[in-house]
Nanobody
Framework: VQLQASGGGEVQAGGSLRLSCAASGRTSSYYDMGWFRQAPGKEREFVSRISWSGGSTYYADSVKGRFTISRDNAKNTVYLQMNNLKPEDTAVYYC????????????????WGQGTLVTVSN
């Protein structure tokens, strides 16, 4: 499967962006999907995950209440709605497919998109 993330850009603090992740190739709706991010000079970190049905979602504490993950299985697309963005949200955001294991660990994800850059300025 190939994952193509889009929707990144530059926004002022307090603004919003919506990221999209389109899956192509040998896709299946029966995978949990998620997002990670990597800020400049920092390690990559878990942001959010959504179950294959969309019925369960998980968030890092740092984004809880501000970000919302969703999916449209008919379109093979996952979204990350980001509101009330802060400068510390500046990072490259990666769309990922969960292959099994602890949802917050990178090793639990078996497919990664190329990343889309989000820059939040003061």
């Amino acid at each position: 499967v190939q994952l193509q993330a889009s929707g990144g850009g530059e926004v002022q603090a307090g603004g919003s962006l919506r990221l999209s992740c389109a899956a192509s190739g040998r896709t299946s709706s029966y995978y949990d999907m998620g997002w990670f991010r990597q800020a400049p000079g920092k390690e990559r970190e878990f942001v959010s995950r959504i179950s294959w049905s969309g019925g369960s979602t998980y968030y890092a504490d740092s984004v809880k209440g501000r970000f919302t993950i969703s999916r449209d299985n008919a379109k093979n697309t996952v979204y990350l709605q980001m509101n009330n963005l802060k400068p510390e949200d500046t990072a490259v955001y990666y769309c990922v497919r969960h292959g099994g294991g602890t949802y917050s660990l990178e090793s639990s994800y078996d497919s990664w998109g190329q990343g889309t850059l989000v820059t939040v300025s003061n």
